[in-house]
């Protein structure tokens, strides 16, 4: 069992009707905020509407940072530290998804940061030591980002997409009736995303750690039984909360406790489908990591033990042949994806071989491949995308 | 699902060696510190000299409040405060167990409490607001209190024993080889400490939480590995570290989200016999939970189902006979603490019959057995006690 260290300041709030903590979440730190939302879906759902009320109600200025993307820019970022500063802001809201919530971080970090680059502060300052309080509300069950300190900013002029550690929230709003207006793709590829945070974790040494490796486990069984229904029943508020309450612990640095770095392999080789071609996160690592299993399987015997634990006491599934058990909870969990509606190969999403050995080449950033669970080189990599055509 | 808040300030460093952060964990907050510890276990061990060389080469002024009881009274807590206040105190350093814990973080609240009568605050203030900041070095796994913001102070005079909100440790120090030197009696009875802090939790309403249940389960199971381990090795350093990153969970009412408070019967109970007879807390904690469990299922069938699950699911017992089922999983968690070398009941403890009814009349402290998940009478509490004789 490996040494590890847990600091997660973030007091969270969750359950329905938690949005009545608001007012003091905020007032503790002040009255100027910064409120940073996406594409406008929160006005749709009114969601907007009842967040301006207690502002207006309690006295709060608030400062809007709008239209933060999908995969969120340096752009925003430097947007959002200069309406802080022009604006004496005192506490960042952010409420969105894990993009809103990464942009915002950044922003609280950047507040302090005194060079002029913050791109540079993205790649280069591990942590920075003073940040603006974040406050957060969350919409949609994914990321984890309500629960960690890191953030994926992207850089369109350099074609880089960085993950930096910034900052925890310090209070972070989770009411599971948020995601009842969150749709079935999306839904799916939150679930995904979730699976993926906790299987980057699971698959990795040493497996004595009895505790993270219970409570990975009881995570994936949890995504598994409540997706499909909160596919099938949207407003189901225990799937929704479920899914909420494993989202906030799959990324948290918790299922790592005892374990070696894995590197996030599906991760790193994901970032550069996004990076090409735009896709839903989620939906690139549910098609990455079945085949990136059949790989290690294959080229590593020594891994064999692991997915047959995976096999049974994830999917239950039981047999005498270790190998044959090891491929069905593979087959299992690409079963999984494909029921719940994801495209589970990269053909289906128009996308094929031309920019394969570009993408493998730049996969490995900070090391995260060569350093992993089974080290892959840029060869394997390759490998893993045709296999997912 | 219930509503639930999250908020664990703690900084956690867990592992081999990581006494070498015990200066930067004492230094962002000062350096005049009050050394706290019990019975001088550490001396022989040779902790307290690793201390107090970091301490003395750091620079550090120490105070020391040595021989806190193991259940730690009133007048330590004021000699603490007094102390603190002496010397100008800025950190308090807690070395012990969850004793030692108790007293230190009723020491860092009453320092800030400005009435006279720090009995009065233990009973009446729920959280006082400001604390001084506690460090603790963990030497036995079973209470959590490095990783909760409670205590239980005794107060000889009125002849009571209450637990009450102060404040989390701000830097938890858990070295599992700190535990090689805990005899087989306190190992076992420790076990039994963290598993009915599970199984507290884990009884109660209701049972849709997927993350809370499963993790309760894998905490019950990690225990019920190791802790056979631990007693045949003591230097096991993978069964130490396991039981003690459970201990740390396990009390620190992760293990209560999403569910309704239960009311924790079995520690209501203890503390009567604590009270009146000074007994191990982990002892009777084991020898009254078996005797509960089975007073519970015959006197309420509708708890059946949950009995089921902790049968099947922590004990992996299978069969179609649900009632079987039920009382083989009360079965199984006796006979383990009996393997475990405790002793299984009351007479063999020399406890009889002579106080039950002052016991059971006393043991409501704060509507915990009127309010827990199955609700108990004085007459109720009579008979479980008999049983356990």
Known sequence: MENFIHSIPTKVYFGKGQISHLDEALRQYGTKVLL?????????????????????????????????????????????????????????????????????????????????????????????????????????????????????????????????????????????????????????????????????????????SGLTEGLSETILKTVIRYTPVALKTPDDYTARANLMHAESIACSGILAYGKKYSGWPCHAMEHELSAYYDITHGVGLAILTPRWMRFVLRNDPSTEWRFVRFAKNVWGIE??????????????????????????????????????????????????????????TKEDVEEIFRDCL
Chains 1, 2 share one sequence.
């Open 36 to 208: 940073v939302y996406g594409g406008g879906s929160i006005k749709k759902t009114g969601l907007y509407d009842e967040i301006m009320k207690i502002l207006s109600e309690g006295g709060f200025t608030v400062t809007e940072l709008a239209g933060v993307e999908p995969n969120p820019r340096i752009e925003s970022v430097e947007k959002g530290v200069r309406l802080c500063r022009e604006n004496g802001i005192e506490v960042v809201l952010a409420v969105g998804g894990g993009s809103t919530i990464d942009c915002s971080k950044a922003i609280c970090s950047g507040y302090y940061y005194e060079g002029d680059d913050l791109w540079y502060m993205v790649k280069n300052v591990p942590g920075p030591k003073k940040s603006l309080p974040l406050v957060d509300i969350l919409t949609i069950s994914a990321t984890g980002s309500d629960f960690d300190g890191g953030g994926v900013i992207t850089n369109l002029k350099t074609h880089e997409k960085l993950g930096a550690f910034f900052t925890h929230p310090s209070v972070s709003i989770l009411d599971p009736s948020y995601t009842f207006t969150v749709s079935k793709y999306q839904t799916a590829a939150g679930s995904a995303d979730i699976m993926s945070h906790t299987m980057e974790c699971y698959f990795s040494s040493p497996g004595d």
């Open 319 to 376: 047999g005498e042949d270790d190998h044959g058990l090891a491929l069905k909870g593979i087959d299992a969990l690409e079963d999984f994806f494909r029921s719940c509606g994801i495209p589970m190969s990269l053909s289906e999403l128009g996308i094929g071989t031309e920019h394969f050995a570009d993408m493998a080449a730049h996969a490995d950033v900070g090391g995260r491949l060569t350093n992993a669970w089974v080290p892959l």
